[in-house]
């Protein structure tokens, strides 16, 4: 894997050191994250980001001097939601971490899960909630934080990013997931965890056999807590969202290592 280099000739290690290059070098390395398949689908130009009507569908926000970087990609102008969102930043002991990352299909139906009643940011139901919408989500198949179906590309966009880091000449990269159904899926990707790996194993337990306290806590008293929802990841982790814990889903903090599969699987025979 070629190495990303510095106008030094040097090469580059970081985010900081990406966000100080000429923007238009910038642009081309932070480029290497979209998924090419993205870029396809929608039309848009793998060189300037522009669709045939010449409107910038990507949009990236690293400002010099900075360590994070914000990635966007619309699939048209005007467009409400992103298709694809990035936050990665560096951490204190040069790693990189992925703060967030969606991936929308701009074709789905939208469950307006991110705003409440008074029309506020939900923080994707973490700061507050809109019960109807997460219901209606719920129905259709998605899990908590999602607004849209995504596109099957997480795979994929696993791979990207991991060519990004390597070019980066990092073996691996760290994340938080948000959502317990998330933490299962970059299981299912190879990932291992660097704290949480016990309580995501006292989660099934607790879940998995009827004495446990989670299962006996599906009494149905709200539509997020009903009998059976044990048995589905999606039935798990709206669960949890909803309270079920007894506390938010935190603490949990995970890693890929490149080219390694961890084998980790704290959910055995999940069904989604």
């Known amino acids: 894997m070629d190495r990303f280099i510095g106008p030094d ?46 409107e910038r569908l990507v949009e990236i926000d690293a400002p010099p001097g900075t360590s994070s ?18 936050q990665l930043a560096d951490t204190p002991n040069n790693q ?22 008074r029309g506020e940011r939900t923080k994707f139901g973490t700061m507050s909630r809109n019960i109807e919408a997460e219901i209606e989500a719920m129905k259709a198949g998605l899990g908590p934080g999602q607004i849209r179906r995504g596109l099957h590309l997480s795979r994929d966009v696993q791979a990207t990013f991991e060519n990004f880091v390597a070019c980066l000449g990092h073996e691996l990269f760290l994340f938080e997931p948000l959502a317990y ?14 704290v949480g790996k016990k309580k995501m194993e006292w989660i099934h337990h607790e879940f998995q056999v009827a004495s446990g306290e989670l299962f006996k806590r599906l009494d149905g008293s709200t539509p997020f807590r009903m009998p059976g929802a044990e048995k589905t990841v999606r039935g798990r982790s ?13 603490a949990i903090h995970m890693y890929r290592r490149i080219g390694v599969e961890a084998g980790i699987n704290t959910f055995p025979s999940a069904e989604w």
């Open 9 to 54: 000739g040097g090469p580059l290690t970081s985010l900081r050191s990406i966000n100080e290059l000429p923007a238009i070098d910038r642009d081309r390395i932070y480029g290497t994250l979209i998924q090419p398949g993205v870029l396809t689908r929608y039309a848009i130009n793998p060189i300037d980001f522009r669709c045939p009507t010449g």
């Open 69 to 86: 970087v914000e990635v966007k990609v619309w699939h048209q102008p005007g467009a409400r939601d992103p298709v694809l969102y990035f």
């Open 96 to 117: 990189l971490i992925v703060l967030l990352f969606v991936i929308n299909d701009p074709a789905g139906p939208r469950f307006d899960i991110d705003r409440n009643w």
């Open 181 to 194: 159904h998330t933490a299962i899926l970059f299981e299912r990707y190879g990932c291992n965890y660097s």
């Open 238 to 250: 709206w669960a949890i969202h909803d309270g079920i814990l007894g506390e938010p889903f935190t």
